[in-house]
Nanobody, 127 residues
Framework: QVQLVESGGGLVQAGGSLRLACAASGRTLRPYAMAWFRQAPGKEREFVAAISWRGGMTDYADSVKGRFTISRDNAKNTAYLQMNNLKPEDTAVHYC????????????????????WGQGTQVTVSS
């Protein structure tokens, strides 16, 4: 199993930046993809970005392409989400997720496809 803890959320003005971090612990030697999802009040949880085990492949939701960058440092067992040019519609609780995989990496954007979740970190963007 993998345990995930997010950090880095906060309040920022529109146009500003935040960097989220997700620290993993537990069985981190097996290849696992990591992803970020977010959930705004009254809305379903939605996919934001995902990254393969070695970081060579990434996927993004259309709404964040060109503004957000996902990365990871396996030496630190940590994934990051750099968020630039934030908009009020980015306001949500942001969750880190992980799933093991044994074959080739492929995009997984459904929340049900991830087995492990962090507790979430609030991101609030004021206009």
């Amino acid at each position: 199993q993998v345990q995930l803890v997010e950090s880095g959320g906060g309040l920022v003005q529109a146009g500003g930046s935040l960097r989220l971090a997700c620290a993993a612990s537990g069985r981190t030697l097996r290849p696992y993809a990591m992803a970020w999802f977010r959930q705004a009040p009254g809305k379903e949880r939605e996919f934001v970005a995902a990254i393969s085990w070695r970081g060579g492949m990434t996927d993004y939701a259309d709404s964040v392409k060109g503004r957000f960058t996902i990365s990871r440092d396996n030496a630190k067992n940590t994934a990051y989400l750099q968020m630039n040019n934030l908009k009020p519609e980015d306001t949500a609780v942001h969750y880190c997720a992980a799933r093991y995989y044994s074959a080739a990496y492929s995009p997984h954007i459904g929340s049900h496809e991830y087995d492990y979740w962090g507790q979430g970190t609030q991101v609030t963007v004021s206009s």
